[in-house]
């Protein structure tokens, strides 16, 4: 099946959708050629650096009637919120979005400020201003994930779900199916890790169409959203998806084997640890540690070209020696890992 009515909306969007981020290779050919493939659901946010700029020149050619499009703001106080709201609007060229998310609400904190800042107030005076369709939340925290689905505020809900990181799929997402919400996935790739070269990086091997497989197989799962920054990209997810194969039970649990990860402080590179008060590059080290963690005193020579990385990017960079251990970082991270630890452990590669 490659259109699903997501939740109770009533929109009809692609079982695999087009996640527009702040990557330099999206833009708007690549969009375009998505949506001639058949995609019709763009994601995209308010800080995916020019992502939405460039959502709107493909919609200049496209035409905004034929594609279903949200977009996400971070903006915990009001006015912040309202701005970004606006500023999105203005970006994209539209002057209504399908679905508004809140932007990874991911901690208590975070539920709490969404609830008592007036933000879920203003998801829905939009609503009813018509200036959008649909309300959304995207979460990464098990938790919290529950109390969003539950809360009954929101139409559509966006988890963070892969063959790496299966959880979900025995707790929120038959929860957000119960309550008749809409379930989007991000990070059905595991930010690009389920993947034949990272994985392979990684110790282990898993193809993207495995991955992709795994998640759109879920009877449960809208849309899942795959970051599409080149054209062969595009061409080989639509490759996948238009092959719509039966997937079985036995084969989604050998997927799931294949990804089986060494070690769960994996970095999956979603920059929200980002800035580093010290100008500290956390996700490119992290990004070197994955696979010295695989490869360390068993592959020297794989070890080696670690260490001349480590080595380059530090030159032009704050090593991660001069980590203050103040847990900003850690407070940002969804997948709540130790950094200031991981900052130590990194010193193993110089």
Request: aromatic content about 8%; proline content about 4%; glycine content about 8%.
């Amino acid at each position: 099946m490659k259109y699903k009515t997501l939740g109770k909306t009533g929109l009809t969007v692609s079982t695999v959708g087009y996640g527009a981020l702040g990557l330099p290779g999206v833009s708007a050919e690549t969009i375009r050629a998505a949506v001639d493939g058949g995609i019709n659901y763009i994601d995209t946010a308010r800080g995916y650096a020019d992502s939405e700029l460039k959502l709107g020149e493909a919609l200049k050619h496209i035409g905004r009637e034929k594609v279903i499009v949200s977009s996400k703001w971070m903006a915990r106080e009001l006015d912040g919120f309202k701005k970004g709201f606006c500023e999105s609007l203005e970006r994209i060229g539209t002057d209504y979005l399908d679905i508004m998310f809140t932007h990874d609400v991911s901690t208590a904190d975070c539920w709490r400020r969404v609830r008592e800042n007036g933000i879920v107030d203003y998801l829905y005076e939009l609503k009813a201003a018509g200036r959008i369709r649909h309300t959304g939340c995207s979460t990464h925290d098990l938790k919290i994930g529950g109390e969003i689905i539950k809360s009954g505020l929101f139409e559509v809900v966006m988890l963070a779900y892969n063959a790496a990181d299966p959880e979900i799929e025995t707790t929120l997402i038959p929860l957000a199916k119960e309550h008749g919400l809409g379930i989007v996935i991000m990070k059905p790739l595991g930010g690009g890790v389920l993947t034949e070269k990272r994985s392979r990086e990684l110790g282990f091997e898993v193809s993207a169409e495995e991955a992709l497989r795994f998640v759109t197989s879920n009877p449960d799962v809208d849309s899942a959203l795959v970051g599409l920054d080149r054209i062969e990209y595009v061409e080989e997810i639509l490759r996948i998806w238009y092959e719509d194969r039966t997937v079985t039970e036995g084969e989604r649990r050998r997927i799931v084997d294949k990804a089986a990860i060494k070690g769960r402080n994996y970095c999956r590179g979603c920059r929200y640890c980002l800035p580093c008060p010290k100008d500290i590059p956390i996700p490119e080290l992290l990004r070197l540690y994955n696979r010295w963690e695989i490869f360390n005193q068993a592959d020297w020579a794989h070890m080696h070209r670690i260490t001349k990385e480590f080595s380059e990017l530090t030159a032009n960079a704050a090593p991660p020696a001069d980590c203050a251990k103040c847990g900003v970082c850690t407070e940002r991270c969804p997948y709540n890992l130790p950094i200031p630890d991981l900052m130590e452990k990194c010193e193993e590669m110089k």
